[in-house]
């Protein structure tokens, strides 16, 4: 019997998974909008570093650092942290702190255009600064040494501080992207084309906005670094149209919950409307057996995952009205 159950839940769970697409961006006003995520040493990579990001900008400032795609920088006291900024007719910057008030920028040779979805990617590997436009390297500088840590918040959108109206990005933001490591021209283009599924070894924080909506953005690491919506940034349908592979989604949801890693190596996090507070939870293995269990108590439950052997698992949610959704352990 609980064979069979299995089975008729497997067909359901089928709806709530979906290959791994890319439908909603955020749209930035250039005015005020910006995301931010708290302070973690985790989001300081001194050795190497990879930044990547879907951008579509409305208009470019006058420099080439009057636009933020990404920043976790710090002018005051001193100099410390990183920045992917753009400008100056859509020119690319890449900024670091080498400490004591230095800062060594890589500023690409070509430009991007407006109202076009264009890839951004910058490098650092400990003597080299890279910056990519759509998989193609448009800017080297030479420098050996380390990246100084910053203390402020990692932002998008703005600068992690106020300064000259906050050198705000005017467009869309998709898939960002932080890694400690170096990625190569090979691995940009492959992460371009795909994007990461939260799981691999050197990946830090990705963010890829697929909530659709509320005031946080899901990281999609098991680090967990969300970051918070300010002055209302628009979720947007006009994204960069991405469709890889045939598995499971890093980010499963319906209309009731949101799951996410998945894939997932230990911990898997439920967000669930208000309805479902007060119902319990299973993660089901492939014979029908109740391997892990607990109750939802509010709209965020972390489940325990890391103590299964690898594989595919059901995790079913609710007491009458159950819903089912397929989860993988790496």
């Known amino acids: 019997m609980k064979r069979l159950l299995f089975l008729t839940l497997f067909v359901t769970s089928t709806m709530f998974t979906f290959a791994q697409t890319n439908t ?10 910006s995301i931010s995520v708290p302070h973690n040493t985790l989001l300081n990579p001194t050795t190497a570093i990879t930044i990547e990001a879907w951008i579509k900008a409305i208009n470019y400032g006058t420099n080439v650092w009057s636009n933020y795609i990404v920043g976790k920088d710090d002018w005051n006291p001193g100099s410390a942290g990183y920045a992917l900024r753009c400008g100056n007719g859509g020119q690319l910057s890449f900024n670091i702190s080498s400490g004591s008030g230095l800062w060594k920028e890589v500023i690409s040779s070509t430009t991007m255009p407006t109202n076009v979805w264009t890839h951004v990617a910058a490098t650092f590997d400990g003597t080299t600064m890279n910056v990519y436009i759509n998989g193609v390297n448009s800017g080297s500088l030479s420098y050996t040494g380390t990246i100084n840590p910053s203390m402020y918040n990692l932002n998008i959108g703005s600068v992690p501080y106020t300064i000259q109206g906050g050198r705000l990005f005017s467009g869309n933001i ?7 490591i170096a990625l190569t021209p090979t691995q940009i283009n492959q992460y371009k084309a795909c994007p990461p599924l939260g799981t691999e070894t050197g990946l830090i924080a990705f963010w890829n906005f697929e909530e659709g909506g509320g005031t946080i953005v899901h990281d999609l690491t098991s680090h967990h670094f969300d970051g918070t919506l300010y002055n209302n940034p628009t979720w947007s349908p ?4 991405t469709t ?11 209309n009731t919950s949101v799951i996410y890693p998945n894939p997932a190596n230990d911990i898997v996090t439920v967000k669930t409307s208000q309805f479902t507070i007060g119902t319990v939870y299973y993660v089901v293995d492939n014979l029908g057996r109740q391997i892990v269990s607990g109750k939802i108590y ?7 995952i890391s103590k299964l052997v690898s594989g595919v698992y059901m995790l079913q949610i609710g007491d009458v009205d ?9």
Not at 174 to 180: F, K, M, R, S
Not at 322 to 330: A, E, G, H, R, S
């Open 298 to 304: 509010d709209e965020t439950t972390k489940i325990d």
């Open 238 to 241: 006009d994204a960069k149209a």
């Open 244 to 254: 890889c592979g045939a598995g499971i989604n890093t980010i499963t949801k319906d």
């Open 174 to 180: 998709d898939q960002v992207e932080l890694w400690n």
């Open 24 to 33: 909603v961006s955020i749209l930035f006003d250039g005015v005020s909008d």
């Open 322 to 330: 159950l819903k089912t959704y397929k989860i993988i352990k790496n």
